[in-house]
């Protein structure tokens, strides 16, 4: 323990626990829900409490039927069960993931519930510390190593297949790298093929400046990073 001890099976014990699970629950989802994500304060905070009781409920049965119940066994079913929440917050949109961040907040809660159940309470509110702060400061740094990054991931419309191979070539030879790449056919007449492809762009040319250059090459509609 870090700070105070809440293990013992007693009424005073078992109503911190139950409060602390909701206080904890519920600022991870006013975080997520501020940004206007999944989940949310009123999700988390239930997750965080169904798995309290959960805990509260095996410590219940260990003490009354002592040696009849493993501890663990309840708490290993809600972290794997729990994962039906996270995978309703996983959006696709065209081609974009959303929501993996939330559906990871969602399974955090859990895990904050089940050890403030069984009275891990200072364990837990230092991880919804940590992890509130790391929402927050980890943007920036992403987005300053990303700006510093030289790999760019392209999403790119063309008319005909063939332009697929133009593109590749001319990539080729600017001396860019390619990483990853993959060619999704139209699935009727008028749409555009899809190429998503991750390149390495050398330090001698401007990043921004030679994917707006791209748009040059013959047949391509659109280029847009990822």
Sequence with gaps: MFFISLTEWTW??????????????????????????????????????????VMLTAQYIDITFSGSADISRMASQVISGVGFLGAGSILISGHRVRGLTSAASIWICACVGLATGIGFVDGAAVVTLVLLVTLHILPFIEERVYHLSRYVTLYVQTKESWTAATLLHRLREDGCKIDMYDLDRPRSNGQAFIILITVYIPWNLDKEDYVNKLLETNGVLSVDTL
């Design 12 to 53: 005073k014990n078992i109503m911190l626990r139950i409060l602390a699970s909701l206080i904890l629950g519920s600022l991870i989802g006013i975080d997520r829900g501020a940004k206007r994500r999944g989940g949310g304060a009123r999700t988390d905070a239930a997750v965080c409490l169904g798995s309290t009781l």
